[in-house]
């Protein structure tokens, strides 16, 4: 088996409000080599206070909720003269020191609270959803980004990474290693041996032991090219991994092959959730399926991963794997990507979900965008997050998102839209619930031709079996879309 991608942290993690310390630095990006730079994630403590983190347990508790011990824990006022960066051994001229935000945020949605971490490769992976009663005060630290021109080397060659600050006062918390491979920043993974093993596991014939649910669904950009949102569900117990005296230890990342009609890989996209943080010292023991480990111990062992890439018109198929180094589950999805003409009436696919929740009020767009590779879907100030599984419970609320994107001479004219929606029966075609129209006026963003729409559907009236909900939008002058769908079922 091909050398496993590998984690170590250690820090106090028996007093639970701690932590999320650990969780948050873990969760940088890892160290990248971009054209003829290598950017150094990394994290300065406050030596004093962080050896009382390890020793003092009055920090515990909500004493850690003081916004001004929050803010002595990480020192965010540096510059690039206060570090040194060596490679090999050898110090290196440091190009520049940026503060960044943390990859790790809390969201709040209407299923509970959960951790989310941007991947490595720009998509957004988020853990299971813990009480809304669940304490979620955690730390978020904001890291340093060094970067420096690296002396000559072998592609493929490996070098040891020392960060040190001036001051004998501050603690560096970064990466210790990195490897010679130029990366895309939208396939961390390719080239590596993670990456490697999860392609050999993708073309190989071995069954999937990992139960991965894949769904893809495509928005428009442009006329000659569509967003392709991708999501991943998948049982966290399953996967591998191992809490052995205060430290976890797992490798959990996804790729997506995607292959034209003629079997021509048209794209590539890779992401890393957890956990290659090195500090130095190596996991002993080959991690394992754990048990009996606390919400905290295994808060960052995610269950569900979502990333979006853009495709041309075409016929497509997906193919898509999750690993945790050990085992892996693989799954293929066919999609077609339709053209469109922007001065018709036109309409995107159907997602569904079960989640939503307020999008940040600080974006000018009325959603956060987390990094280049993903974008929330969001209509008036709801972000909706599309589901892979797509069983629901009778008792639950079915949210659908979808665009309506209007021709331009409808935004200078009164002509007005809307959206008709209805559920079908599945066996029989039979219409079970036809919805009221949909008035799309209040939904139109200004200076936007796409109008973001997400309703919720009452799904109580109706009984066990298949469905499909259809989707179709029309004008004021006759004119329609045709209808999109999507397939439900209800348990």
Same mark, same amino acid.
């Given at each position: 088996m091909?050398?496993?991608?590998k ?6 993690v028996n007093c639970a409000?701690l ?9 940088q990006d890892?160290i ?18 962080y050896?009382q983190?390890q020793s ?5 508790g909500?004493?850690?909720q003081?916004p001004?011990?929050r803010?002595a824990?990480?020192?965010r ?11 090999d051994?050898?110090?290196q ?6 503060l ?7 969201a ?22 813990q009480?809304k ?9 904001p890291? &340093? #980004?060094?970067?420096?021109? !690296?002396p000559? /080397? $072998? @592609?493929g ?8 600050? =001036? ?5 560096v918390?970064?990466?210790?290693e990195?490897?010679n491979i ?22 190989s ?6 139960d ?10 442009s006329?000659g090219?569509a967003?392709v &949102? #991708?999501?991943f569900?998948? !049982?966290w117990? /399953? $996967? @591998? ?9 797992? =490798?959990?990342g996804?790729?997506l ?6 079997g ?10 957890c956990?290659?943080n ?15 480990h606390?919400?905290?111990?295994t808060?960052q ?8 890439f853009?495709?041309l ?9 999750? /690993? ?17 003409e ?18 940040p ?32 419970k009778?008792?639950?609320l ?17 002509i007005?839209?809307e ?12 219409v ?7 008035n799309?006026a209040p939904?139109?963003?200004a200076?936007s ?6 309703r ?12 499909r909900?259809?989707v ?7 004119k329609s ?5 999507a ?5």
């Open positions: 091909t050398k496993r991608i984690l170590t942290w250690a820090l106090l409000s932590f999320a310390l650990a969780s948050i630095v873990s969760a890892p990248r080599v971009e054209s003829n730079q290598v950017l150094v994630p990394a994290v300065v403590f406050d030596k004093r206070l050896t983190l003092d347990t009055s920090f515990s909500p004493s850690v003081d001004h011990l803010d824990i990480a020192v006022s540096l510059v690039a003269k206060d570090f040194h960066l060596f490679e051994g050898m110090e001229r440091i190009q520049s020191v940026t960044e935000r943390p990859a790790f945020s809390i709040r949605d209407n299923l509970g609270n959960h951790f989310e971490i941007t991947g490595s490769g720009g998509g957004r992976w988020a853990d299971p959803d009480p009663t669940a304490v979620n005060d955690w730390l978020l630290l890291r &340093y #980004v060094i970067s420096y021109v !690296p000559p /080397s $072998l @592609e060659s490996c070098h040891q990474i020392k960060v040190k600050t =001036s001051s004998h006062n501050l603690f918390w970064s990466r210790s990195y490897c130029p990366h895309s920043a939208s396939d961390p993974l390719k080239g590596t041996e993670f990456g490697k093993q999860m392609e050999d596991a993708l073309a014939a071995e069954t999937s032991k990992i991965l649910t894949v769904q893809a669904v495509p928005f428009y950009t006329a090219a967003r &949102y #991708v999501k569900e998948f !049982p117990k /399953s $996967l @591998e991994y191992e809490v052995k005296d205060g430290t976890l230890h797992a =490798s959990i996804a790729l092959m995607v292959y034209d009609k003629d021509t890989l048209a794209a590539r996209f890779s992401d890393f959730a956990c290659d090195d500090t130095g010292s190596k996991p002993t023991a080959k991690p394992q399926a754990s048990r009996g606390s919400v905290q111990d808060s062992i995610p269950n569900r991963y979502e990333t979006q853009d495709l018109p075409g016929e497509y198929q997906i193919r898509a794997i999750l /690993s945790d180094g050990v085992k892996f589950g693989r799954q293929q999805v066919p999609l077609t990507v339709q053209s469109f922007w001065n018709q009436l036109a309409l995107s696919e159907v997602a569904l979900s079960r989640r939503i929740r307020k999008a009020a600080e974006s000018p767009a009325g959603s956060a965008r987390m990094s280049e590779g993903y974008l929330p879907l969001v209509s008036k100030g709801i972000e909706i997050t599309p589901a892979a599984d797509t069983c629901f009778k008792e639950e079915l949210y659908t998102y979808f665009e309506v994107y209007k021709p331009e001479l409808a935004a200078k004219s009164a007005a839209i959206a008709h929606l209805r559920v079908v029966d599945a066996n029989t075609g039979s079970r619930m036809n919805l009221q129209a949909v799309v939904y139109v963003k200076g031709s796409v109008i973001p729409i997400a919720g559907i009452s799904l109580k009236n109706l009984s066990k079996g298949a469905y909900l259809e179709r939008a029309s004008d004021s002058t006759g879309t045709p209808w999109r769908t397939n439900f079922t209800i348990e």
